[in-house]
């Protein structure tokens, strides 16, 4: 069966830099398959793409292998680890992007589904090694070995202690309140929020909240963006389980002032 | 052979939700091939959608597969369903974004070239349905069980009514008028209208027809773009016989301060 | 094994434009694998590509065909090629977009290692062509006939002499200077000049060397981003081997007013 690499980074699509990890891959393993999951992540935010990564992951089949370059430190002294954690594969630098993916398979799975290695063995890189470019020249050229034959145990030693990602934490305000942030503002101006439908689950029953984002509430927690007029605000779990806010048909984000770090308070009525 | 599907969506690429899609696909059909139409159709623009995919639908293998999801109205009642049509199936929201596909498999082929269905059949849907992502859950799984080997049947029970799109129709405007509007700005703000040369043809000879966009003259149509100077307006047929007006190596829509809706008017002189 | 065609163009994705390439070239030839190299190369800009394309080349298998259609000529007489250099195939219109692979397969290997021909066979063309749009109905389908068996000398007459791309050569400046200029702004806004590490061999040591863009210093031309600290300007060389000068985890573009033709000037101390 065909090996599937999926590729993430903050290159952007402008320049053929995404392009030329294609060409290395195929180059060293012509049948592995290639998809793109995005090349948008904010440049060098490691929070972004630590986030989306579990989900990711769930989607994609056992096996894949999953390449991260978000790499702020190219060319410095950070590690290069390649791990395998819930049946899937991960290559990319050591500097908090796979954090929720390690720790999600230690606490789901136990420890023996997950390990990683260091990348040294510089047989599985390009004979030329850039000091600003390892998604070409080591990254992408490990995959392709991986997807081909190779065994993570040949890639580099074994590594138990993983980078954390400084991924933000919603914190109890009083007996009724939880308050967090906003993480992602996606492609349509929903606000996504680091609170979990499990996160709320303790706090009571979500029936009797109330969600405010910025200046403004959100109402009670809904269930689909249907459940209220065009253009209003609404308050819903985004497909993977994190609270949103939203505008019905319209930018929440370019609406209501939100971005990244704007405050996200549910309180128990 | 490999099944091929098609994905046009109004996700953006800053997400990983059209990469989401491809890795449903591809847990459920492994050989099943992808191609990423685009997901910049404008959020929710419905028009914009069902004008793209005649001409994707033709110049694609037939039995393709073609996704769409523009779907402002996921989680309400609005139904989805799977068409065959013109010998290439659809999957998507039924919102009119298949009306064009719909009635030109029927004038051109006879009714016997369409059939639709209803998607009910919740076995070919992952498990766990969200209320908010319907691409990821519903249509991406249904292709994918289409492209190995379900039956469009199987799906659910058949339809024979798919909601029209609101497409505007030029209208003539005495004997020597058509008044048409800009539908799609492209990428190289060529403004593309909603006449066509058929409607044209009607009107009369093409060499004494003079176009106007906005407030300004786009001359005769011309063949091509090399017959006027550099940054000279221009009008003629796009490559799906679309009237488009343009700007030689310019962009027409910034210069000229045209966008969608903007009236088109071609004068017979 | 399955060809491997690449696409490089200035249509963006935000229109329908590339898919209809991708949908004509399964349409011929349904095992050929496809990549996109990028499709926001800037509207008409033949330099850009021009310089892109070495780097493609060298990090694809060896027998890729690579489709470029930067073509602002499109409809009038400019000349459509198809040629092999250096191992590789390239298909476009004759504008200067291949000048450069074609000067380095002369150089590097010879006058044997490089043949052009024009594209006149129309019977690897679609039946119908536009006057607008050349990628899809002939550089499209004459890169799947290449892929599916079709050799280059079917596809027309040779030629021997292709049209230069105005892409600009550094200049010496005294005894001690080069004088260059901004070619490429990156997505992350590292300015890449015109200067190569040959260039700047010939010049002298590369240790005692200055670099200046725009009014600014840029010091000394380092090994890695991580030798100065964050918000720092820094020179080096590129992954391909150009001089590049860059602000660390920002954009030395936006942050200093570079754009390409801004000048870069080395100085050996």
New interface residues.
């Given amino acids: 069966?065909?090996a599937?690499i999926?590729l993430?980074t903050d290159?952007?699509?402008?320049?053929?830099?995404v392009?030329?990890m294609?060409?290395?891959i195929?180059?060293i393993c012509?049948e592995a398959?290639i998809?793109?999951?995005?090349?948008?992540v904010p440049?060098?935010d490691i929070v972004s793409a630590a986030v989306?990564l579990p989900?990711?992951a769930r989607?994609?089949?056992p096996g894949?292998i999953h390449v991260v370059v978000v790499d702020?430190?190219?060319?410095?002294?950070r590690r290069a680890v390649a791990l395998e954690a819930g049946g899937s594969y991960f290559i990319g630098p050591d500097n908090g992007v796979f954090s929720l993916i390690w720790e999600q398979a230690d606490f789901s799975q136990g420890s023996g589904s997950r390990r990683a290695v260091a990348l040294t063995e510089s047989r599985f890189w390009l004979p030329d090694v850039?000091?600003?470019?390892h998604g070409?020249?080591i990254f992408a050229p490990v995959a392709a070995h991986l997807a081909c034959g190779a065994k993570l145990a040949d890639l580099g030693p074994p590594v138990t202690d993983l980078l954390p990602a400084p991924v933000p934490r919603p914190v109890r305000s009083g007996a009724t309140s939880l308050d967090g942030e906003v993480i992602?503002v996606?492609?349509?101006g929903n606000c996504i929020s680091n609170i979990s439908h499990d996160d709320l689950a303790q706090l009571g029953t979500l029936a009797e909240m109330e969600v405010f984002a910025g200046e403004q509430s959100f109402g009670p927690i809904r269930?689909?963006?249907?459940e209220v007029a065009l253009g209003e605000r609404l308050a819903?779990f985004?497909?993977n389980n994190r609270l949103e806010c939203a505008r019905r048909?319209g930018?929440a984000a370019a609406s209501f002032d939100l971005r990244v770090g704007s405050p996200v308070r549910v309180r128990h009525r």
């Fill in positions: 069966m065909q599937l999926t993430t290159f952007g699509t402008r320049d053929a830099y392009a030329l294609h060409g290395v195929l180059s012509r398959r998809v793109d999951i995005t090349h948008a440049p060098q989306m989900a990711v989607y994609f089949p894949s702020p430190g190219v060319g410095s002294e850039s000091r600003t470019f070409r020249d992602i996606d492609h349509f269930r689909t963006y249907a819903l985004d497909s048909n930018n």
